[in-house]
């Protein structure tokens, strides 16, 4: 097994560069936390992540996507109605969970396998600036099973457009 912090000591932000070595899975090893590569990339930076921080003092993850009107999501949404589906802002919020698991010092790739509540009460079109993701950890296990469990909101231009309650990630370390 790979120790993730062997390859890059944990930071407190991330830039677009880093989060792309993390995607080509360099960050923190090969089999670690590794965020998808673009267009699924969600954020363009972490500009905050801390293992005491956040509404339940179990760490936080703040992330950003600087909006632009060509974004792929755009075109493919629905014709005439351009958004930016409220599932990719989830994905987004579940890649940040994954990666906080792994930047945390846990090792193995993460998969999103739930989420309590899902509200969405705004939308992301091209006239949004900025989307803001901010996630506090709320449970992280430690052991033969390696989950993190925690809440989320989306901003839009510091407006929460979607909230989510109990997103559940888990570290794989070996892919059947």
């Not at 990666?99 to 509540?117: D, Q, T």
Request: proline content about 6%; charged content about 20%.
């Amino acid at each position: 097994m790979v120790d993730p912090h062997a390859f890059h000591k944990p930071q407190s932000t991330y830039t677009k560069d880093d989060l792309l070595k993390s995607s080509d899975g360099g960050y923190f090893g090969p089999g670690n936390a590794q965020l998808p590569a673009p267009p699924m990339l969600m954020m363009d930076r972490i500009t905050a992540i801390t293992s005491d921080g956040g509404e339940f003092g179990k760490g936080q993850v703040i992330g950003e996507l600087d909006i632009s009107t060509d974004l792929w999501f755009f075109a493919c949404h629905t014709p005439g109605d351009p958004l930016m589906p409220a599932s990719l802002g989830l994905d987004a919020m579940w890649q940040m969970v994954g990666y906080w698991l792994g930047w945390s010092g846990s090792p193995g790739k993460g998969r999103a396998i739930g989420v309590g509540e899902v509200t969405c009460t705004g939308s992301i079109t091209p006239d949004t600036r900025l989307v803001r993701y901010v996630v506090d950890m709320r449970q992280v296990r430690r052991g033969k099973l390696t989950l993190g469990v925690a809440n989320g909101c989306v901003f839009a231009d510091d407006i929460c457009v979607c909230a989510a309650k109990d997103m559940r990630v888990s570290l794989v370390t070996s892919i059947d």
